[in-house]
Each structure stands twice: as structure tokens, then as C-alpha cells.
Nanobody
């Protein structure tokens, strides 16, 4: 069974950067599109970005466009989310999710096959 493990979260000052990783084990990730989601305290989970299985399609939620960049290295079985110019409103738990196939989706009602356990990102001075 595919397992997803997020890493790279932490505490960063506003304007800083973090790179999150979503690593897969047991199954090759190149058959899966990956979505990144986040959940702030007291708020619903929301989609942030996604990348298709080939890497040819990417999407970003409006508030992160121009600041976040998603990429994948299928040889390392890992997807990355580079987050720059971080703001306090980016604070939350970040999750990656895998969807078998080519669809790039940041919609929560998409039937993702697997979810990671999340990594905390805190943007604060």
C-alpha cells in the first residue's frame, strides 16, 4: 500500500521560504497525480496546488500563485512544494494526497487514493 510522508515544515518568519517534500514508499509515485492541501486552525482544509503524474500540468490556488511552486522528481519518488514570500495566513498543517491517474486536482471532493499525515508550517515573527 502506498504511503505518503510529508516533511520540511517548521517555523519561519514572514517573507521567508520553506520547501515541503512528499515522499512515497512501496509504490512508484509516477502513476499518481499529487495535490497539496492545507488546514489552518479553525478552518476547513483547502487545496493549494497540484501536479499531474507526468508533471506536465500544475495548478495553484489564487492566494499562492507567484509564491509557491510545485515540482516532482519521479526518480526520487518525491513531490516538492517550494513556498516563498510566506505570509502568516499560510500557517497551517500541509498535507499531500495521491490520486492514481493523470488528473491534477485541488478539489477536496476528489476521491484521492492516499493522504499523508501532514507537516506543520508556522509563519510568524
Amino acid at each position: 500500500q502506498l504511503q505518503l510522508v510529508e516533511s520540511g515544515g517548521g517555523l519561519v518568519q514572514p517573507g521567508g521560504s520553506l520547501r515541503l517534500s512528499c515522499a512515497a514508499s512501496k509504490i512508484a509515485l509516477d502513476n499518481y497525480s499529487i495535490g497539496w492541501f492545507r488546514q489552518a486552525p479553525g478552518k476547513e482544509r483547502e487545496g493549494v496546488s497540484c501536479i499531474s503524474s507526468s508533471g506536465g500540468t500544475t495548478k495553484y490556488e489564487d492566494t499562492v500563485k507567484g509564491r509557491f511552486s510545485i515540482s516532482r522528481d519521479n526518480a526520487k519518488n518525491t513531490v516538492y512544494l517550494q513556498m516563498n514570500s510566506l505570509k502568516p495566513e499560510d500557517t497551517g498543517i500541509y498535507y499531500c494526497a495521491a490520486l492514481r491517474g493523470t488528473l491534477c486536482s485541488v478539489q477536496l471532493d476528489t476521491n484521492f487514493n492516499y493522504w499523508g499525515q501532514g507537516t506543520q508550517v508556522t509563519v510568524s515573527s
